[in-house]
């Protein structure tokens, strides 16, 4: 059974994992062209945003898994920014395929934040 196959109701998951195989690639790539500084960099941190979403799904509490969720984005927000580096620089492979899967993947995981906070909001109103 294959990590998609095993997670295919999982959304965020498989997108992250997918997301991370397309990171390793293109750090390859990057090294290949021997820019290996940006290569670990993006690498780290392309590859942790899926580490820590699939961390989250044993997270021991509610606010632990968002707290895990929230690394995730930060771990996002660094990759955004290496990946808009190499962007920026005319010598190294086009990543813009890479920035759109990665909006997509923090709308995701903000959506997710957003609908756990809320749960833990109302069920405290409740009691």
Same mark, same amino acid.
């Given at each position: 059974?294959?990590?998609?196959?095993?997670?295919? +109701?999982?959304?965020?998951? %498989?997108?992250?994992?997918?997301?991370? %195989?397309? !990171?390793?690639?293109?750090?390859?790539?990057?090294?290949?062209?021997r820019?290996?500084? %940006?290569?670990?960099?993006?690498?780290?941190? $392309?590859?942790?945003? $899926?580490?820590?979403?699939?961390?989250?799904? +044993?997270?021991?509490?509610?606010?632990?898994?968002?707290?895990?969720?929230?690394?995730?984005?930060?771990?996002?927000?660094?990759?955004e920014?290496?990946?808009?580096?190499? +962007?920026?620089?005319?010598?190294?492979?086009?990543?813009?395929?890479?920035?759109?899967?990665?909006?997509?993947?923090?709308?995701?995981?903000?959506? !997710?934040?957003?609908?756990?906070?809320?749960?833990?909001?109302?069920?405290?109103?409740?009691k």
């Amino acid at each position: 059974m294959t990590f998609n196959e095993k997670y295919k +109701n999982n959304i965020i998951l %498989i997108k992250s994992f997918d997301f991370a %195989i397309n !990171i390793v690639k293109y750090t390859e790539q990057l090294e290949s062209l021997r820019k290996y500084v %940006i290569a670990k960099q993006l690498l780290k941190s $392309g590859t942790s945003i $899926g580490a820590n979403i699939k961390e989250a799904q +044993n997270a021991e509490s509610k606010k632990d898994f968002i707290h895990k969720m929230k690394i995730a984005i930060k771990e996002a927000d660094e990759t955004e920014y290496w990946l808009h580096l190499c +962007n920026s620089i005319k010598e190294y492979p086009d990543c813009s395929q890479l920035l759109i899967n990665l909006e997509e993947i923090v709308k995701i995981l903000n959506k !997710i934040i957003s609908s756990s906070v809320k749960s833990i909001y109302n069920y405290k109103n409740v009691k």
